[in-house]
């Protein structure tokens, strides 16, 4: 359990420059399509070539074959899980400050219960306890030295699409954790080892969310992206899309545990605390008030108590 915590606070460290490079783009006049779309195709582009390379041309054609036999799946899969998700992040950073998109998107530390409950997997009570108790957490922390209130166009274009986004992103994780597992009746078992390996999980994701930015850039038709906005979507392509999320499914998916998978998921609350870490070293940013350092307390208990107890 606490090589699982441990992987997926490292991949909230790389998750935590995505918010802000996302909101750098969009006042920088880039649109909200290419920051989310470019990511993608960057990431497949980068991905077949490290995988291929690594592995060797063999090994990608069977990847090429597990995609083509299961292609259903992984459209599916791929457009709610990558597609649906970061598309919503994207227009929200367009329409919010960052801090409210990042604030809301720990939602998600308390969706993927939810979402599990939905596929009628019990996650334990401790465990949906420990998840409340981060959320509460981050709550405190969204609420120190924020000078900005909410407005009704913030939680129209920034919260709702987040709140979405944050369901989202555990369905899709939470069906590619069924397909590898085979433990769920609707769902396809794909019996392959190629699934143990978690940047190849990535790709295949990235594969089958490609038609949904297809059909994005084509119902939106955004105006040519920025040159800064192809050299900052480059830098979340690498380091959330390939370095996060595959160090991330690398503790998500070694498990069919709803108590894992749960304390995994709920480790990108660490995203709060590295985003602020990062602000006050790098930015000059200030120093957390009372009421943020206990939220920040709150969330390291949260997580110490998942990895504590066993489900």
């Known amino acids: 359990m606490i090589r699982f915590i441990l992987l997926g606070l490292l991949s909230a460290a790389f998750f935590s420059a995505t918010f802000i490079l996302n909101r750098s783009m969009s006042?920088?006049?880039?649109?909200?399509?290419?920051?989310?779309?470019?990511?993608?195709?960057?990431?497949?582009?980068?991905?077949?070539?490290?995988?291929?390379?690594?592995?060797?041309?063999?090994?990608?054609?069977?990847?090429?074959?597990?995609?083509?036999?299961?292609?259903?799946?992984?459209?599916?899969?791929?457009?709610?899980?990558?597609?649906?998700?970061?598309?919503?992040?994207?227009?929200?950073?367009?329409?919010?400050?960052?801090?409210?998109?990042?604030?809301?998107?720990?939602?998600?530390?308390?969706?993927?219960?939810?979402?599990?409950?939905?596929?009628?997997?019990?996650?334990?009570?401790?465990?949906?306890?420990?998840?409340?108790?981060?959320?509460?957490?981050?709550?405190?922390?969204?609420?120190?030295?924020?000078?900005?209130?909410?407005?009704?166009?913030?939680?129209?274009?920034?919260?709702?699409?987040?709140?979405?986004?944050?369901?989202?992103?555990?369905?899709?994780?939470?069906?590619?954790?069924?397909?590898?597992?085979?433990?769920?009746?609707?769902?396809?078992?794909?019996?392959?080892?190629?699934?143990?390996?978690?940047?190849?999980?990535?790709?295949l994701m990235t594969m089958g969310s490609i038609p949904f930015w297809v059909l994005l850039l084509i119902i939106i038709s955004p105006p040519v992206p920025l040159k800064g906005q192809l050299i900052n979507t480059g830098i979340v392509a690498v380091s959330s899309g390939i370095i996060a999320t595959s160090i991330f499914y690398k503790a998500r998916n070694a498990s069919a545990s709803p108590y894992i998978i749960s304390a995994v998921d709920a480790t990108q609350s660490g995203e709060v605390i590295f985003s602020l870490a990062g602000e006050i070293l790098l930015l000059n940013g200030a120093l957390p008030n009372l009421t943020g350092g206990v939220g920040i307390i709150i969330i390291m208990v949260g997580i110490v108590g998942y990895t504590l107890r066993t489900a």
Request: overall charge positive; charged content about 10%; some cysteine.
């Open 27 to 203: 006042l920088s006049g880039g649109h909200w399509v290419w920051s989310s779309s470019l990511r993608f195709f960057y990431m497949f582009f980068l991905l077949v070539i490290l995988i291929t390379l690594n592995k060797g041309v063999d090994y990608f054609r069977d990847v090429i074959k597990i995609f083509i036999k299961n292609s259903r799946f992984w459209f599916i899969t791929g457009s709610i899980g990558f597609g649906i998700f970061y598309s919503l992040l994207c227009y929200a950073a367009d329409h919010a400050p960052g801090w409210v998109v990042a604030g809301t998107w720990q939602f998600t530390v308390i969706a993927t219960p939810m979402v599990l409950l939905l596929f009628k997997e019990k996650v334990p009570r401790h465990g949906v306890f420990f998840s409340f108790l981060i959320f509460s957490g981050i709550l405190l922390i969204q609420f120190y030295n924020k000078d900005s209130e909410l407005t009704v166009k913030h939680i129209l274009y920034g919260v709702v699409p987040v709140v979405i986004a944050a369901f989202a992103y555990p369905t899709g994780n939470q069906l590619l954790n069924f397909a590898k597992h085979g433990n769920h009746a609707r769902i396809p078992h794909i019996d392959s080892p190629i699934l143990k390996d978690a940047p190849t999980c990535v790709l």
